[in-house]
Nanobody, 121 residues
Framework: VQLQASGGGLVQAGGSLRLSCAAS????????MGWFRQAPGKEREFVAA???????YYADSVKGRFTISRDNTKKMVYLQMNSLRPEDTAVYYC????????????????WGQGTQVTVSS
């Protein structure tokens, strides 16, 4: 499995961005997919996840503002981010895994390279 994230950029507070993650590999359709982020000086943290059955999970800090989705026919995963805040500034990573502990980074054996999101106040 290989992953490539894109769609980051600079946006003003209150704005929106959509991140995309292009996946390749034969087993990607059965993988759980997650988005994590790492802000400067902080540890990487869980943002959102979607199972292969399309059940979704969110960190409390983004619930109601971010939406994760997937298109298995295109092997794509998306993170729609609305009402962005300066504290959302981070490098965002997409990840794929096959265990059910979706908020745990160790679940994910495959990671993309990250895409920078910067939210100005």
């Amino acid at each position: 499995v290989q992953l490539q994230a894109s769609g980051g950029g600079l946006v003003q507070a209150g704005g929106s961005l959509r991140l995309s993650c292009a996946a390749s590999g034969r087993r990607i359709g059965s993988a759980h997919m997650g988005w994590f982020r790492q802000a400067p000086g902080k540890e990487r943290e869980f943002v959102a996840a979607i199972t292969w059955r399309t059940n979704t999970y969110y960190a409390d800090s983004v619930k109601g503002r971010f939406t994760i989705s997937r298109d298995n026919t295109k092997k794509m995963v998306y993170l729609q981010m609305n009402s962005l805040r300066p504290e959302d500034t981070a490098v965002y990573y997409c990840a794929a895994g096959y265990s059910d502990t979706l908020r745990d980074q160790s679940t994910y054996g495959y990671w993309g390279q990250g895409t920078q999101v910067t939210v100005s106040s």
